[in-house]
């Protein structure tokens, strides 16, 4: 197949491939001594209700290297994915945002917060003792685990799904809320999602960018949030950029919203200065 295609098409392939495999490697080289030199950073994206009260944040990895600057999440995640450096990334991350919920608690939160939401990546879930550890986070932080939010996505109910739902379940047990993030870009079957013990779904922001022109995802995102009503399920939407988007949600039935419109991922001091601080309404902003 390659060899009819032509020669020009099958370089070019092969060389974007080998640009991608060589940069995956020097990130999977440059993550230990990254995370050694603490070159990590939380980030937290405010999340909103219908009535612009602040709900929640989603914490977002930062990266910055010296030389290189920020690079982005989904390149070193799945970098640290292949090295095995997620797991201890994985745990600094909630170790840190388990923290920072703890000192945002004491400094004071409106009554509107709910919680943290963290990415959890599938192989970090896939931890024998992943539920254990998520719970001594939150003691030794000294939080409920009600405050924390795993997100979770549709790749990790791929394989061993008996073995995933189990650990959900104790997760849920203990406390925990799990949201499904990414959703409608996986392959999750729908017969399934009702034996999940989730609490909310998260709309992809593929679905959200084109509401406004186009029609398909106008009724995919309509379609999803229908879903999770009848699943008696929470509903956030992602990648909210326009007032359009949003006013699209709300008169679908989506109280939940993250995005652009109303701030980027900020670091800890921003965020709470921004949002808790001196709040103003995002339309006022
Ligand atoms: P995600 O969990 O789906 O996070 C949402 C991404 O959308 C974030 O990208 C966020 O900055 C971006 N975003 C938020 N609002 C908007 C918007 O209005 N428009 C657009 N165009 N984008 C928006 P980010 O921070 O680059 O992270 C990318 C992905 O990296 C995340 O996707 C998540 O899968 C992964 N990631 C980030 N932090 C962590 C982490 O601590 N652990 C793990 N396992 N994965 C992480
Ligand atoms: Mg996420
Ligand atoms: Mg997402
Ligand atoms: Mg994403």
Known sequence: RAKEEGR?????????????????????????????????????QPQFNDLEELIGAEVLLRWEEPTLGFIRPDLFIRAAEESGLIIPLGDWVLRKACQQMQEWMVKGLPASFDRLAINISARQFSQDDFALKVDAFTKEANISPSKIELEITESMLLHHLDQVVEKMKLLHGMGFYIALDDFGTGYSSLSYLRELPLHKLKIDQAFVRDISSDNNDRVIVE???????????????????????????????????QGYYFDRPVPADVFYERWVENPKPPSAQ
């Open 8 to 44: 020009s098409t099958v370089c070019l392939f092969s060389k974007e491939m080998h640009e991608e495999i060589e940069q995956n490697l020097k990130l999977q080289m440059l993550l230990p001594g990254a995370m050694e030199e603490e070159q990590f950073v939380l980030y937290f």
């Open 223 to 257: 379609t999803i949030i229908a879903m999770a009503r009848l699943m008696e399920l929470d509903v956030i939407a992602e990648g909210v950029e326009e007032e359009y988007q949003l006013n699209f949600l709300k008169e679908k039935g989506c109280y939940q919203y």
